[in-house]
């Protein structure tokens, strides 16, 4: 009989894998090239076009995450109540018409509102597709699943970076300057898989026609077993979520991490526009977007590993810690480089450092949420998280105009990202000090 429900469990793991995680993961590819799409367009026409100082430039990619914020937690919420496949589809064709209209911006207040109404339109996205395959797999399975799903965001800049490239290139297509042949080329397609999944998508396991009843009763029953487990000993209703001092302690974690992020995805491809005028170096537009999506696919393969050995071991504090140390100590350094291929090598180190972190942060928090309550607190991290997503970009913009380098605002990168580490590293330390979670969760969520 444990044979016979071991195949089981693995068929229908394979089965969610390969039909509900690539697809997902295919959103959240659409979802992060659009929301960083003006990271090329930048250095790359824009800024010339539209007159603007890297402080107006970071505000711009900063103000998206104000809407995206407000709009974070409510939105979660109505995805539990209303079901993922409508909810998904509806932010993703929404977004996608927002992002097409970038196409014909004409000046700095326009940017500023687009960039706001695009955060307003994703909001809710991710953190509901984290908790739509959350939704979808028991724990043990989780932190493997969430890797695959990761894997979209550094490979959104090591084919869209090349591809954003291409139709920059295109400039006079439809009479229009390159930079915004580029954003329409990457927003048609979010409506169009937007409209798809609506389609596609089945809310839970019981619905999914494509598992045999075996298998959809064992990921029923074993989902079911889960969450009774954790409305007994763990967080079960939204008030407690909110103001569950752990909820809190991770947000921060992800706030460092997310600080990170965007300061290298913002103004990444405007660093290496600057390569001309610190070392005379000269590259073409699509030669550039090479070289912005180097670090990025070392990045997946170091994602992919460490969320393996996370699988393996359980996600102890130090697989979040230790990248989260190695990108503090990695990102201020990458601009003391005396030569473009050693300042991308050490971007390269903080690409691996953030994106191997990240995956196994996300299967922490449904370890110890269950129903609504991880649907605001999954949000409540993320909201936290993705403020930071505006602070960085203007922080960054508005220090690099005053000291006239990139060097002051990764230092702030290094410190944030430093604050993350030691803080994952002491909610690790308590947790190994309770005694009083049943064996099944104890050191499950952290554990060292």
Known sequence: MEAAT?????????????????????????????????????????????????????????????????????????????????WLARIMVTWGIVALLFTWVSNVEGLYVL????????????????????????????????????????????????VA??????????GLEGWRVMFAGVAIPAIVVGVIAWFYLADK???????????????????????????IT???????????????????????????????????????GGFEAQFGSKFNVFQKGLITAIPYLPAAVALYLWSRDATHRGVRSWHVGVPALLGAVSIPMALYMNTPAATVAAITVTACAIFSALPTFWSIPARFLSGAAAAAGIALINTVGNAAGFIAPFVTGAIKDATGSYQAPMFVVGALMLTSAVVIFAIGAGVRQE??????????AIAD
């Not at 979808?136 to 699943?145: E, G, K, M």
């Not at 490239?165 to 439809?174: N, Q, R, S, Y």
């Not at 005694?435 to 499950?444: I, R, V």
Request: charged share 15%.
């Open 234 to 272: 763990a967080q079960s209703n939204v008030t407690s979520a909110l103001t569950n001092s752990r909820v809190w302690l991770l947000s921060l974690v992800y706030f460092g991490l997310i600080y990170g992020l965007y300061a290298l995805a913002f103004f990444l491809p405007t660093i290496i």
């Open 6 to 86: 071991s195949a089981v469990e693995k068929s229908a793991i394979r089965k969610v894998s390969l039909r509900l995680v690539p697809f997902v993961a295919l959103m959240f590819f659409i979802n992060f090239l659009d929301r960083t799409a003006i990271s090329f367009a930048g250095p790359n026409g824009m800024t010339k076009d539209l007159a603007l100082t890297a402080a107006q430039f970071g505000f711009a990619a900063g103000v998206f995450f104000i809407g995206y914020v407000l709009l974070e937690i409510p939105s979660n919420l109505a995805l539990h109540k209303y079901g993922a496949r409508r």
């Open 205 to 231: 396991p019981a619905d999914a026609k494509w598992l045999n009843e075996a298998e959809r009763n064992w990921l029923t029953a074993a989902l079911a077993s889960e969450n009774k487990i954790k409305r």
């Open 435 to 444: 005694q009083t979670l049943p064996s099944e969760l104890q050191g499950k």
């Open 115 to 162: 960039r706001f109404l695009l955060g307003v339109a994703e909001a809710g996205f991710f953190p509901g597709a984290i908790l739509f395959l959350s939704m979808w797999v028991p724990a043990r399975h989780r932190s493997h699943i969430l890797a695959l799903f990761y894997l979209a965001q550094p490979l959104t800049i090591v084919i869209g970076a090349p």
């Open 165 to 174: 490239a291409l139709l920059i290139e295109a400039h006079g297509l439809f």
